[in-house]
């Protein structure tokens, strides 16, 4: 686990209109980010509203991309990004050096950020804290298929290494998956728990009609 360095904010220059609010303090919060629908497309947005990112590197592979001077290799990095308080990301980079590889894949993982909802949603468990989902999800990459549901506190990340390491760093503690297809595939898999994530905030909630109304 390693810390996010954080960018020169006073060095960097925004190229789209989201970066320039972000810069003038128009926008002070990911979560304004993302009531308002706004795409990060600069990674230096979120160094800006989240400089508490920590990284790990959870897969390295060595990739081969056939040209016409002959045969290519490059390094193909990915790594799970989150401040292990609701907001996670993940991150592929590919590059002939490991270190530029692992830097654009950090750079791509700031681009991924997701807001997670967390909550109680398990039957078995009435604490009323953010431990684990609000409601059952699933998620879909390739051929690798999962579901994550509420567990009560106590049960820990009953999910395989990888998914456990995604879990972790968007702040849930008590999670249960079941999984089908090709999981032995690192970058559907991880793809797929990430999109069930992505999903907690596609569904409203009675508790959001509330705060509409």
């Not at 056939?66 to 290519?72: I, S």
């Not at 490059?74 to 991150?91: A, E, F, S, T």
Request: aromatic content about 8%.
């Amino acid at each position: 686990m390693e810390e996010v360095p954080v960018t020169n904010v006073e060095e960097w220059k925004p190229r789209t209109k989201v970066g320039q609010l972000v810069k003038e303090g128009k926008i002070t919060s990911v979560k304004e980010l993302f009531a308002r629908n706004l795409t990060i497309a600069e990674p230096e947005i979120i160094d800006v509203l989240l400089p508490n990112l920590k990284y790990e590197v959870v897969d390295i592979r060595m990739v081969q991309k056939q040209t016409d001077a002959g045969e290519l290799s490059r390094y193909k990095v990915l790594v799970v990004m989150g401040n292990q308080d609701g907001y996670v990301g993940i991150g592929v980079g590919k590059a002939k050096q490991l270190r530029v590889a692992i830097q654009k894949s950090i750079r791509d993982a700031k681009m991924h950020i997701i807001p997670v909802r967390r909550g109680c949603g398990s039957w078995e468990c009435t604490c009323g804290e953010s431990h684990s989902l609000p409601f059952t999800v699933y998620g879909k990459a390739g051929s690798s298929e999962i579901i994550l549901r509420p567990a009560p506190k106590g049960t820990g990340l009953v999910a395989g290494d990888v998914v456990k390491t995604l879990l972790t760093y968007a702040g849930l503690r008590d999670v249960w998956s079941f999984s089908r297809g090709e999981t032995r595939t690192t970058d559907n898999f991880i793809k797929a728990a990430y999109m069930a994530l992505y999903n907690t905030y596609r569904f409203v909630t009675p508790v959001d009609w509330m705060r509409k109304r």
